[in-house]
């Protein structure tokens, strides 16, 4: 173990006289030095030891004032030469602290900057009136082989810890007032030659320098190193958003021809006009529930197919193709029109559709509805819109089926309007939307059929709520 000491002896006999007063601070003083001179000379390798008692401090100088005071007036004079001693004292006290501690660091191989860290801390709580008593030092190997320079500061009185201590290196608490600093030693430490105070200051104002400049050099280094992250990553970025955009463009292509083969043309035949849009709840999946289709029968009736299967995307499109396909195989087999929504159900078990079936004679313009829980068509005669339901329920449904067949009959000029729920649910109220409905066909009833449908779309979601594949076929009647 390797100790130093400074010790506060108790005051001498007080003098009587103001002279005598200043006569026993500048004794004190003198004192002091020597003994400071003493410890300095006395550094063995292995053990600091301080025999030499440090008076002069302010308690000293205080308790001599006190003393002279006791047995003669304290003039003017006398009580400046006292201050004057205790502050020469107390600077005395936190210089030889100084010394020791360096010399503490010196012979144990502290690095230079750690010297400095601890110095300022002890001579911190030395001028924080604490009155240190004694500093000692002890070399310890920890557990994990780590070689530890332990320092202990003895004081007069507990530090206040209730607010931070705002020093270099704080210390722990120790015994009693002490506190206590643990220094880790570097592997094979050699001590350091000892120099004055001067020097020593310099060397710590080095090292503390060269530790700041140290890490303002990583410091920009790191800050290039993220510009050049950063740089990396939006050019990353910026590919991956062009990669992005032609997937989506590429898709948008496969898209489209999807569309075109899901959904047949119009077919060429006298007597009739028809035109079709479709617009997908989202713009990456214009592919839905929402199918149609259309053919001419052998006895010269078109008949047309509308689809809304439950749900959205590619697997709704699935169910919508397995219904449309099983209608269009029912109707070449000559089924019922009443019947086909009750069979395709039948064969369809594990998906649910709504299905609205619409036959027209082109040669007599009989008009002949079967449905299955779906919107009602919408017929425009003379700028008067009639809305032509039929009771029923859909594939999936219980006691799936149409109720009834509506049979109608169409005159030249007529306009008739076959949609999904997606046209006038757009708002969230249907009433609502099949009154918008009407008021819009009335508006675009006399447009060329190919921009009948898109422009009725376009008024009917001129507000959103909620999104839903949108599909409206709109069929002109032009007599036979």
Partial sequence: MTSEHLTAPAAAAAPT?????????????????????????????????????????????????????????????????????????????????????????????????????????????????????????????????????????????????????????????????????????????????????????????????????????????????????????????????????????????????????????????????????????????????????????PDGTLHMTVVDAVGHGVTCTRNALNVTHTIRTLVLEGHALHRLVERTARINTSLMATVLLARLDLATGVLRLANGSHPPALLLRDDQPTYLPVPGRGVGFPEPGSAAVRTTRMVAGDLLLLYTDGLVESRGDVDEGEIRLARAARRHAALPIADVAPAIVHDMHDVIRYHDDTLLIAVRYLGP
């Fill in 17 to 297: 006289t103001a002279a005598a007063a200043g006569t026993t601070a500048a004794t004190g003083t003198a004192a002091t030095a020597t003994a400071a001179g003493i410890a300095a000379t006395a550094t063995p390798a292995t053990a600091i030891t301080a025999a030499a008692p440090i008076t002069a401090t302010a308690a000293t100088a205080t308790t001599a004032a006190a003393a002279t005071a006791a047995a003669a007036p304290i003039t003017a004079a006398s009580a400046g030469t006292a201050a004057a001693a205790g502050t020469a004292a107390a600077a005395e006290t936190a210089r030889t602290l100084r010394t020791r501690i360096r010399h503490l660091c010196d012979t144990h191989g502290v690095p230079v900057e750690h010297r400095a860290r601890l110095v300022l801390s002890v001579t911190a709580l030395a001028r924080a009136a604490y009155r240190p008593l004694s500093v000692s030092g002890q070399v310890r190997t920890e557990s994990d082989g780590t070689v530890v320079l332990i320092v202990t500061l003895d004081l007069h009185e507990p530090v206040d810890r209730s607010e931070p201590l705002n020093l270099p290196l704080p210390p722990e608490p120790g015994e009693g007032p002490s506190v206590v600093w643990h220094v880790s030693l570097p592997e094979h430490a050699q001590p350091l030659a000892g120099a004055d105070e001067d020097t020593a200051v310099e060397q710590e104002l080095r090292a503390v320098l060269s530790r700041s400049d140290t890490r303002e050099r990583d410091y920009r280094e790191l800050e290039h190193e993220l510009a050049e992250t950063n740089n990396g990553v939006l050019a990353m970025y910026v590919q991956l958003q062009q990669r992005e955009e032609q997937l989506r463009r590429a898709h948008a292509v496969i898209f489209r021809e999807l569309e075109d083969a899901l959904r047949p043309p119009p077919p060429t035949v006298d007597g009739i006009e028809l035109g079709v849009h479709y617009q997908p709840a989202g713009v990456d999946a214009p592919t839905g529930g929402d199918l149609y289709d259309w053919l001419v029968l």
